[in-house]
Structures are given as C-alpha cells and as structure tokens.
C-alpha cells in the first residue's frame, strides 16, 4: 500500500501561483510513477501532468503546458506541482496519484493504483 496526502491548494486570483505538494509513504516511492489529475464540476477527471519514477521524464496536458512544472524528490518521497499563470478554468479538486513504475505510456490516465484525498484549487477572476 501507498498513502499519498496532498497540501498546498487553496484561492488564488487568475494569474497568480500555487505549489502542490504529495507526500508518499507506504512502499519505496521510486518504484511508483507519479502523476496529477484534477476534477472540476461536470467533468471528467483528467491527467494534468506526471513524472516517471525517477523524474527523467514528463508529460502534460495541452493547457497547462508552460505553466505548470511537475517535479519529485525522491529522498523526500515527495512530488510537487508548480501551477503558474493560473486560469479560472484551472479550479478543479487536484488529485495526487501512483501507478507502478514503467507499465503505463506516461501520457495514459489509466494504471493509477494509488490516490491523495484531493486538494481544492480555485481560481478567482
């Protein structure tokens, strides 16, 4: 098992800064790939941006890229996300999430075992 505690959302006015934060303990944190999702209200949940186990690559949506920088410390067990520029279309409940490392293409939403309790992002105009 896996347990992943996001902090670090709350409001912010458009074009301002947020910095996520997933701390991981449970199983050795550099066996799992790490990826943010994010939900808004009546939408589907989406894959924001993920990092492979040892953070050599990454991937990002289309809107966010630019903006937005996933990075982990491994010697932490921790994985951030640096949300910058942001919109009011970037409010969502932000989730983050492990799949185990090199099954999934990193662009894939699917495989992610693992799941934070979720972290309020709103974004005021």
């Known amino acids: 098992q896996v347990q992943l505690v996001e902090s670090g959302g709350g409001l912010v006015q458009a074009g301002g800064s947020l910095r996520l934060s997933c701390a991981a303990s449970?199983?050795?944190?550099?066996?799992?790939?790490m990826g943010w999702l994010r939900q808004a209200p009546g939408k589907e949940r989406e894959l924001v941006a993920a990092?492979?186990?040892?953070?050599?690559?990454?991937y990002y949506t289309a809107s966010v890229k630019g903006r937005f920088t996933i990075s982990r410390d491994n010697t932490k067990n921790t994985v951030y996300l640096q949300m910058n520029s942001l919109k009011p279309e970037d409010t969502a409940v932000y989730y983050c999430a492990a799949r185990i490392r090199a099954r999934w293409i990193l662009s894939s939403a699917s495989g992610y075992d693992y799941w934070g309790q979720g972290t309020q992002v709103t974004v005021s105009s």
């Open positions: 990092v492979t186990w040892g953070g050599g690559s990454t």
């Open positions: 449970g199983r050795p944190f550099s066996n799992y790939d």
